[in-house]
């Protein structure tokens, strides 16, 4: 099979009322492995990778944090 640069995105629409943007970032951590580039489980392949995107600043300063939790871990 051959290797494509195909990314699959998916939106999440939640209500920050019941769980926060943070907890939905820990969630992300706990269900991939961040340490494997471009895989998931044994799919293996750029199509893989995992991108978390934000829609303003204060999800960016969340983002980067939860990133850095997890490098420091």
């Not at 494509?4 to 999440?12: E, K, M």
């Not at 600043?57 to 939790?69: G, H, L, M």
């Amino acid at each position: 099979m051959r290797d494509s640069d195909t990314l699959l995105l998916g939106a999440v629409a939640y209500d920050p009322k019941v769980v926060s943007y943070e907890q939905l970032l820990e969630y992300f951590w706990h269900t991939i492995d961040p340490t494997t580039k471009d895989r998931q489980g044994n799919d293996v392949g750029r199509s893989y990778r995992s991108a978390i995107y934000y829609t303003s600043d204060e999800q960016e300063s969340v983002a980067r944090d939860t990133i850095a939790d997890v490098d420091a871990s």
